[in-house]
């Protein structure tokens, strides 16, 4: 059988650049414009994703891409989304380090029930440092430690979750028996980090448990994502990054007692489409030359590790760098000096170009249908969450690409069931306590 891919949407407010504000069909005030959910969810949910993704993080500063300046809090927003929406799933983010177990498990669960077993929640850990000043911190927790706190909040969460069997709720008028006591259970979990008694006051989920999420690339998020995820949200760039992540992570699952299938990769792309690659090349510039070049030059610096470019022609050849860049920014660096040499590119265009990159999902509809299609079946992806710089990115996409994948029968044109745990082809969980019983 083909794979079929799982599609998400990134709710990105304005886009996913900085500048993407300044489009000429953009809405500045996106983010927080109930309208502009409600439009892009039916959208969306008409074409039959599978899920709204909606990123998030308890942070602004000057820095920021403006889309995190003024934003609606993703639980509240997903919420309100429950109710104009009846199949698409509702995925929201909330970081492990600034919020305690009981506290995510109630809200997640709570908007798992208003949207009849649609929830998910993406499990993300911060690294933004600025954040633990908002919740009375001095500093951020190291990383190493963030994930060990992310353990076992999970595990905590997935407990609390379980507080009740499937049919706890009896509901018996005439034996006057509300519930049976025999499958109602109280967690007393005692760890590290946490303690919590439970049980959580809310039934067991439509769906067996909401989705959970993990979010991230390091050693520490690809151990967590491949031990108790249901689904990782990636970022690689390339397919051969993508498919050796991949192949890692449902390896590591493996190792853990799971099944391949029971976890999902689906990474993050940014399309440009259009119904032929030279509008697509035109689209693409017209997102290029919104950019602001000091910022461009800026990021340059940081990635090529304060290397002056202030000194070199804007318009003149890119200048050599070598020696210059971080460790940790190589993979960048690299890829801008093998495309500028590739390219011949002017040190204003490799600016551009880097603080608004080319997504290698780009072209007229067919190509970019191809390159789902090659990421699907070289096992490099289960799935795709789209985010977009364009306002019309997802119309198009939409309009253009997915019939493609309909008529190759990579996607669906109907959904296969109500939850997003069905419409994700993810088995039903068993209740920690009762499979205890058997």
């Known amino acids: 059988m083909k794979k079929m891919a ?14 993407s504000w300044t489009h000429p069909d953009a809405q500045p005030n996106a983010a927080i414009d109930p309208e502009f959910y409600k439009r892009q969810a039916r959208l969306a949910e008409d ?5 709204m993704f909606l ?13 995190y300046l003024s934003r609606l809090e993703a639980i509240t927003a997903l919420s309100a989304l429950a109710s104009l929406t009846t199949h698409i799933g509702l995925v929201a983010t909330v970081p492990t380090s600034f919020t305690e177990p009981y506290t995510l498990a109630r809200q997640i669960a709570s908007l798992d029930h208003l949207s009849a077993g649609r929830a998910g929640w993406n499990l993300v850990t911060t690294r933004i ?71 959580l006051n809310i039934a067991r989920s439509p769906q067996g448990a909401p989705i959970v999420f993990e979010a991230g690339d ?8 491949a031990k108790g995820a249901d689904a990782m949200f990636t970022a690689t760039p390339s397919l051969p990054a993508a498919r050796a992540l991949y192949q890692r992570v449902k390896q590591e699952a493996v190792a853990y007692g799971r099944s391949k299938g029971d976890i999902l990769i ?38 090529f590790d304060s290397f002056d470019f202030s000194r070199h022609d804007l318009d003149g050849k890119f ?23 590739e390219e011949n590119l002017t040190l204003r265009q490799v600016a551009q170009r880097s603080i608004t990159p080319k997504s290698v ?78």
């Open 218 to 225: 390091s050693d520490a998020a690809i151990n967590l994502a």
């Open 319 to 341: 200048p050599n760098v070598e020696g210059f860049g971080k460790s940790e920014f190589l993979h960048i660096t690299e890829g801008l000096k093998k495309m500028a040499r």
């Open 47 to 51: 074409a039959k994703f599978d899920m």
């Open 361 to 438: 999902f780009f072209g007229s509809a067919e190509e970019v249908a191809d390159t789902v299609q090659q990421w699907l079946e070289e096992d490099a992806a289960d799935g795709f969450i789209l985010g977009h710089r364009a306002p019309n990115e997802l119309k198009d996409f939409i309009e253009l690409v997915v019939p493609i994948l309909q008529d190759r029968g990579l996607f669906r044109r109907e959904y296969e069931g109500t939850t997003l745990r069905e419409n994700l082809g993810l088995r039903f969980p068993k209740n920690r306590f009762a499979a205890g019983k058997e």
């Open 6 to 19: 799982k599609l998400g949407y990134l709710l990105y407010g304005t886009g996913a650049s900085k500048y």
């Open 129 to 199: 440092e600025g954040v633990a000043q908002n919740y009375n911190r001095d500093s951020h927790v190291p990383h190493a430690e963030r994930y060990e706190i992310a353990e076992e909040f999970l595990d905590v969460v997935k407990g609390l979750w379980d507080s009740w069997e499937d049919d706890a709720f009896l509901f018996d008028k005439a034996s006057k028996r509300f519930f049976d006591e025999s499958k109602m259970h109280t967690l007393n979990h005692v760890g590290k980090y946490f303690k919590v008694k439970g049980p």
């Open 266 to 303: 689906m990474p993050s792309i940014v399309p440009v489409v259009a119904k032929t690659r030279q509008e697509a090349e035109e689209k693409y510039q017209m997102l290029v030359e919104l950019a602001c070049i000091e910022d461009a030059i800026a990021q340059l610096s940081i990635w």
């Open 55 to 67: 990123a998030d993080r308890p942070y602004a500063g000057k820095e920021s891409t403006f889309h």
